[in-house]
């Protein structure tokens, strides 16, 4: 027979040992380190001393309970530990007599009797002042050298009646003997410890529990279900479903563990008759806590929660003061205190501070004990944070007529609802989209994505979904998500965001029909940006510039629709004509990377290089962290012939992106023509590595590459070893065929250099001499035979105008060597 | 030698870090007189004498004892009764002898608790002087009490008792020290000895008490010292960064060399469990320095101007800082007289040179040897700023 273990809202030391372990949620790595501390402090001559602070309900004894059981487990500790454990409520300490008499009873009560009964007896025959001496005494030979663990729980409660001279004694104790080692808790700092005055002051390593966000509770309710023998119910808490729930009431819980625990029982109520009965039932088991609270505060602040429980909402200090009749100084010193205790918290709207309850389930335990005559108003106020307005309407539409009370409760509920602006759960999952975004907590706003996609559904909710699997590199599931609700009728927006999707996870030609699509739908005073950046994707040069012309003649300030139009006219090869709208992009938005990298890379491709440098220094200055201005600000540099320069830019670029493969091709480029091979090799290398043998490097740095050892090779000894070694990295990475196509494309450098002729004959006879004769011979440089030949013959015709040469070849390669000559001799080069 | 974080706790003298040099002069100052020291709270005085207690450098009698409990003259001479009772009985002779002095005045011990009858703290006080005494006569070496507190004792005896009892004990301990050769006293505390003897001569006892003391200021650890606590710390820790010496050089400077801050702050970046740089530092003790909650307490320094100082002298302490915390140098004497002259209606210059000598004694303030001025601590300088609202 299994036996559900026992889960203690208000009393966790009662729990087992196991069942601590397993609803413990987000404070594994502090447990572990004062578990840690305690060890140091039994095991050497070091004491450590921690207190953990945290407002009722916090987990502060469910914390202290477990690293009691994981202290004393260990079997190591056994005989050099004595555990005195002063339990929660330990009223009636009003001395250091009173905390020795309580340590020594406690350690009675556990592990091996090491008090000597008669002895302890004998201290009420002595007057206070002898006791307390003796008492010291006693324990420290009891002690016998062990190391003593006290955990002190409400310690400022045990302070406060010890009074500072109990305090004083208590420390000069500790200072005598290093023999204890403390774990103690406490609801708020408080002046015992904090402040320098004190005889506590700084003695404690404070640690500050956290309330638990929304994946600690579903976490810590998962773990309840789980340690209950409810796989179901776990299943559910952690799916949307279960999370939306989840959510919407975790701003009714305050981060407050407690209260999730209570509303645990509710998760999988759908019924609403169950509800009422539990909500009831919750409420009056939270009363008692919720009045006992109430108890610890002093009559004023009393005045004050009381006053913000019937107040609703936030108010400002100055309100508070006044309803309270104290003054505004008072007020703001009470209030602070509450908030250390966790009974409010404040915000800030301009220079004026809102004070409101931190837990909303406070205000309706302690509402429903005033109100019981009409609980109406708190029970809709959670069925609308609890239902969706479908849910409502729903169970409305089930109910059966005789049902007047509940019908009251839904109707009132749902006429809140369309009264209000917004359904307080979407209200609560946008915010946290909001919020997770903002900071790109990419995993957290996807949970909330999710949820909001159930609870409404619509397609902003989609797209959120979208951006965050994007975000976090799942491009194929970001375009499952959209698949879902893309229809052939869906907007141009849409198919845009399908095709990006495609791209981002490779599916080009999937991409090229999504942005057909954009193209099909009827253009639109908001979609012709999108025309034209589908158009530009597809190469249609032309129609992309007459849909990017119209989206800047219906927005002049889309400074997007500009470099769009700059884009188009570079596809058009019209550069001179591109500058203007570049231009006119970065005076709209001079700050922008995209629009400064268009038009620096403008200008660099037109000659303008210092302008291109400009521009780029520029990137760099605005945004020293993106790689994209030291990538641009290189590539002048470069231009300009300022290898060092341009090296030392391409450097902090592969620093901020070192998965860029592209970098280190720009760095072999400059360290070659530095004359550092090489380093310059090792940089080809890592990028033929990176690249993988399945796409080829941009050919243009192949024959950059080679043309520079040409050039250097021209007026130094040898170009053998270089180009050996060349050879090798390349078919180490399988890319011998991408050394091919650099060295045909090398031939109108080839051709332009200012070299004798016989330079250039030696260059090609020694690549001639580096592959087989015949493609597919058993060679590990075939894949180099018939690039070394087309080189050979276009050199060697071009030379001699031997037209033998080409005669040799076979047809095809004929027709090569010709395309190639034409392209070298004619043709003006196209700068990368 | 990697350590844990541990602010606040009882750090074992084989684990102290950086003050060998200081103990070495204390131990050569002790050879010729006895000693006060002192220190803001938390700089780390009492693991100084904890480590001079465990590894006194020859054979010897060492004491040590935490006296801010005690609160009547009959408490103080039982108290350093109980400390010496095992000694005492460790040499039979002698514990017999005391035993019977004990009965003459009517005491008794109990399980190793030496009791002394109410009303008898003028018996207690010449038990004492005899045990002391005779501990001296059948010892060879030197007897050393380190007392830890002693201004608060002084403090509650003022409180609870008089000016006079507290005098007494002072009195009573110089005139100790006059006629033992060979007996030291170390007396340390957090709240200045000068600042109770100032009272103490205001109620009128002219006594100079503590005047044949060598007094020593326990200063922040040395920049390197710092760097090393905190460099062993984060090996301790396992705190992950790109270059733990940095770090720790970057952790030594912000908090001043102050150990209890290096735990402190490195107990706070463990806890984070992060990789940690020079930013996650300063916003740990950026935090501190605004922080209401304020874990450091640096309000402390704000307050006590107000609890120490009598009310002509604050106004002028609190103009001098300010005028020292908005100030980008330190401030030659001149200057800052003229400046806090013009902020103080009574104008009185000796009076203000008189608070400079008690800010400079309270650690607020130091002066270098060409008479400049400046905060001590650059982080109480940074609070002082915050807090004053006097930007950097």
């Not at chain 1, 454990?85 to 905390?99: A, H, I, K, P």
């Not at chain 1, 994209?628 to 600000?633: E, K």
């Not at chain 1, 450098?749 to 002729?757: R, S, T, Y």
């Not at chain 2, 922040?220 to 606590?229: F, H, I, Q, R, W």
């Amino acid at each position: 027979m299994s036996v559900t273990p026992l889960l203690s809202r208000f009393t966790p030391s009662l729990m087992e040992p196991e069942t601590l372990e397993a609803i413990f949620v987000q404070r594994e790595a502090l447990a572990q380190r004062i578990v840690v501390s305690i060890r140091e402090s039994v095991l050497t001559q070091a004491k450590h001393y921690s207190l953990i602070i945290g407002p009722r309900g916090i987990g502060k004894t469910h914390f202290v309970s477990l690293v009691y059981h994981r202290i004393t487990a260990m079997e190591d500790l056994q005989d050099r530990l004595a555990v005195a454990w002063l339990r929660e409520e330990e009223w009636g300490v009003t001395s250091f007599l009173d905390l020795l008499l309580r340590v020594l009873r406690a350690l009675r009560s556990r592990g091996p009797a090491v008090v000597r009964e008669p002895e302890v007896e004998q201290l009420y025959e002595l007057s206070p002042k002898a006791a307390e001496r003796r008492a010291a005494k006693l324990l420290e030979e009891a002690l016998g050298g062990r190391t003593l663990l006290v955990i002190v729980e409400n310690l400022e409660d045990v302070f406060s009646g010890m009074k500072a001279e109990g305090q004083r004694k208590l420390r000069a104790h500790l200072q005598e003997h290093h023999s204890w080692t403390i774990l103690a808790s406490a609801q708020s700092l408080f002046g015992g410890v904090s402040l320098q005055t004190s005889p506590f002051y700084g003695f404690f390593r404070i640690v500050h529990l956290q309330q638990l966000d929304l994946d600690d509770a579903v976490k810590l309710l998962a773990n309840i279900a789980r340690a209950e023998g409810d796989e179901d119910l776990a299943a559910f808490i952690s799916s949307p479903h279960g999370r939306a729930r989840i959510r919407a009431i975790h701003h009714l819980a305050g981060g407050n563990p407690r209260v999730y625990v209570i509303l645990s029982r509710f998760l999988d109520r759908t019924s609403l008759d169950q509800l009422v009965q539990l909500f009831v039932q919750a409420m009056d088991d939270l009363t008692p806590y919720y009045q006992a609270r109430m108890q610890w505060l002093s009559p004023q602040q009393r005045k004050i929660v009381e006053y913000l429980v019937d107040r609703r909402g936030a108010a400002p200090v100055k309100e508070i003061a006044q309803r309270a009749f104290i003054t505004h100084q008072t007020a703001s010193g009470q209030l602070k205190q509450l908030r250390d205790m966790g009974y409010v918290q404040s915000e800030s709207m301009g220079r004026e501070s809102y004070y409101e309850l931190r837990e909303p389930l406070m205000r309706f335990a302690l509402e429903m004990k005033k109100q019981r005559a009409e609980p109406i108003r708190l029970f809709v106020e959670f069925l609308r944070a609890w239902y969706t307005g479908a849910e409502l309407r729903r169970h409305l539409e089930l109910l059966e007529p005789s049902r007047a009370l509940d019908r009251r409760y839904l109707e009132a509920a749902l006429s809140a609802e369309s009264g209000s602006s917004e359904d307080p759960c979407i209200a609560a999952c946008l915010q946290d989209l909001e919020q997770h975004t903002q900071h790109q907590r990419w995993p957290a706003a996807l949970l909330a994505a999710e949820e909001l996609t159930i609870l409404r559904g619509d397609t902003a909710d989609w797209l959120a979904r979208v951006s965050c699997l994007c975000k976090l590199g799942r491009p194929d599931a970001a375009g499952d998500v959209l698949d879902g609700i893309l229809t052939s009728g869906s907007d141009a927006f849409l198919w845009h965001r399908r095709a990006r999707l495609f791209t981002e996870a490779g599916q080009h030609s999937a991409a090229q029909l999504a942005y057909l699509m954009v193209l099909s739908r009827p253009p639109t005073e908001q979609s012709w940006a999108l025309h034209g950046y589908a158009a530009l994707k597809l190469g249609r040069y032309e129609e992309a510039l007459a849909a990017y012309e119209r989206a800047v003649e219906l927005k002049p300030a889309d400074t997007f629709s500009w470099s769009g139009c700059a884009l188009a006219l570079v596809g058009l090869r019209r550069l001179n004509d591109a500058l203007p709208p570049a231009e006119r992009a970065v005076e709209l938005a001079p700050t922008t990377i995209y629009v400064l990298a268009i038009c620096g890379d403008l200008l660099r491709r037109l000659g303008r290089y210092e302008d291109a440098r400009r521009l780029a220094q520029r990137m760099v200055d605005c945004a020293p962290g993106d790689d994209t201005g030291w990538w641009l600000l290189g590539d002048a540099l470069k231009s300009m012939g300022r290898f060092d320069d341009a090296l030392a830019a391409y450097e902090q670029a592969a620093r901020l992106d070192p998965a860029a493969a592209v970098r280190d091709l720009d760095r072999s480029e400059c360290l070659a023509a530095l004359g550092r091979w090489d380093e310059s090799i090792a940089a080809f290398d890592a990028a033929l590595r990176r690249w993988g043998p399945g796409e080829g490097i941009p050919v243009s740095y192949t024959a950059g590459l080679l043309l520079h050892i040409f050039r250097c090779g021209a007026s130094g000894p040898d170009w053998g070893d270089t180009a050996e070694r060349l050879v090798d990295v390349h078919r180490r990475n399988n890319a011998l065929l991408s050394l091919g196509m650099g060295l045909t494309a090398m031939l109108e450098g080839l051709l332009a250099a200012d070299v004798p002729a016989s330079t250039v004959s030696r260059w090609t006879e020694m690549w001639r001499s580096m592959a087989p004769r015949e493609p597919g011979a058993d060679d590990p440089n075939s894949s180099l035979a018939l690039p070394t030949l087309l080189l050979w013959a276009a050199v060697h015709y071009q030379l001699s105008g031997d037209e033998r040469v080409l005669l040799d070849l076979r047809a095809e390669e004929r027709r090569i060597v010709e395309t190639m000559l034409r392209d070298a001799l004619q043709q003006p080069s196209t700068p990368r | 030698m990697a350590l844990h974080a541990n602010p606040g706790g009882y750090v074992p003298p084989d684990q102290l870090i950086g003050r060998d040099r200081l103990i070495q002069r204390l131990w050569r100052i002790l050879g010729r007189q006895s000693v006060v020291l002192t220190a803001e709270r938390r700089m780390g005085k009492t693991s100084i004498i904890n480590k001079m207690v465990a590894q006194p450098p020859i054979d010897g009698l060492y004491f040590y004892q935490d006296l801010e409990e005690v609160g009547s003259e009959l408490e103080f001479a039982e108290k350093v009764l109980d400390s010496i009772h095992s000694e005492l009985s460790k040499r039979h002779r002698l514990a017999i002898r005391a035993r019977q002095l004990l009965e003459r005045v009517g005491g008794a011990e109990i399980g190793g608790v030496v009791k002394l009858p109410e009303g008898a703290a003028e018996d207690g006080m010449k038990l004492l002087q005899c045990m002391i005494e005779d501990l001296l006569e059948h010892h060879s070496g030197p007897v050393v009490f380190f007392w830890d507190e002693i201004p608060l004792m002084l403090h509650n005896l003022r409180a609870r008792s008089s000016d006079a009892a507290a005098m007494h004990v002072l009195d009573h301990l110089r005139a100790l020290r006059q006629t033992q050769p060979r007996l030291r006293m170390v007396f340390t505390g957090s709240i200045g000895l000068h600042n109770v003897v100032v009272a103490l001569r205001r109620a009128g006892h002219a006594n100079a008490a503590t005047n044949d003391m060598h007094v020593q200021d326990v200063p922040p650890l040395g920049s390197k010292d710092a760097a090393e606590l905190a460099y062993q710390l984060l090996l301790g820790e396992e705190i992950a960064s790109s270059d733990p010496s940095r770090l720790a050089g970057v952790i030594a400077s912000a908090v001043d060399g102050v150990p209890y801050f290096i735990h402190h702050v490195v107990e706070q970046l463990a806890q984070l469990g992060e990789p940690c740089d020079d930013n996650t530092v300063r916003g740990i003790v950026d935090r501190h320095l605004t922080d209401a909650q304020d874990d450091w307490n640096l309000q402390y320094y704000r307050d006590r101007i107000d609890t120490y100082y009598p009310a002509e002298e604050s106004p002028i302490a609190l103009a001098v800082l300010d005028a020292l915390a908005v100030a980008k140098r330190a401030i030659p004497l001149a200057k800052l007289l003229q400046l806090v002259g013009a902020h103080v209606p009574s104008g009185n210059e000796e009076l203000i040179r008189g608070v400079l000598v008690r800010l400079q004694r309270d650690h607020y303030v130091e002066q270098d040897l060409s008479g400049t001025l400046r905060f001590r601590f650059p982080l109480i300088r940074r609070f002082w700023q915050a807090h004053r609202g006097l930007g950097a």
